[in-house]
Nanobody, 122 residues
Framework: VQLQASGGGLVQAGGSLRLACAAS????????KGWFRQAPGREREFVAG????????NYADSVKGRFTISEDNAKNTVNLQMNNLKPEDTAAYYC????????????????WGQGTLVTVSS
């Protein structure tokens, strides 16, 4: 499985961005998918996860009510809609995929895309 994240950029506080993660490989549809982020000087942290069937979704408390994870099986992508962005959301965002479930620790997840940088100005 290969993952390619896109959609990052510079946005003012209160604005929105939509990240996308395109995947190659037929087995991707059977995996759980998720997003993590890593700010400078900090560890990579869980943001959102969705199970393979799309029936179980989880968010970090810091993004609940502002971020929405979704998948488009026809396009083999998973998206992260980010609304009401705050300066503390500034980070490199990484998509991930894993058999079973998305672990909240980055070390628990098998496949990773490269980061896409999100910068939120105040």
């Amino acid at each position: 499985v290969q993952l390619q994240a896109s959609g990052g950029g510079l946005v003012q506080a209160g604005g929105s961005l939509r990240l996308a993660c395109a995947a190659s490989g037929d087995t991707y549809r059977a995996y759980a998918k998720g997003w993590f982020r890593q700010a400078p000087g900090r560890e990579r942290e869980f943001v959102a996860g969705i199970n393979w069937s799309g029936t179980n979704i989880n968010y970090a408390d810091s993004v609940k009510g502002r971020f929405t994870i979704s998948e488009d099986n026809a396009k083999n992508t998973v998206n992260l809609q980010m609304n009401n962005l705050k300066p503390e959301d500034t980070a490199a965002y990484y998509c991930t995929a894993n058999p079973g479930r998305i672990g909240v620790l980055s070390s628990e997840n098998r496949y990773w895309g490269q980061g896409t940088l999100v910068t939120v100005s105040s």
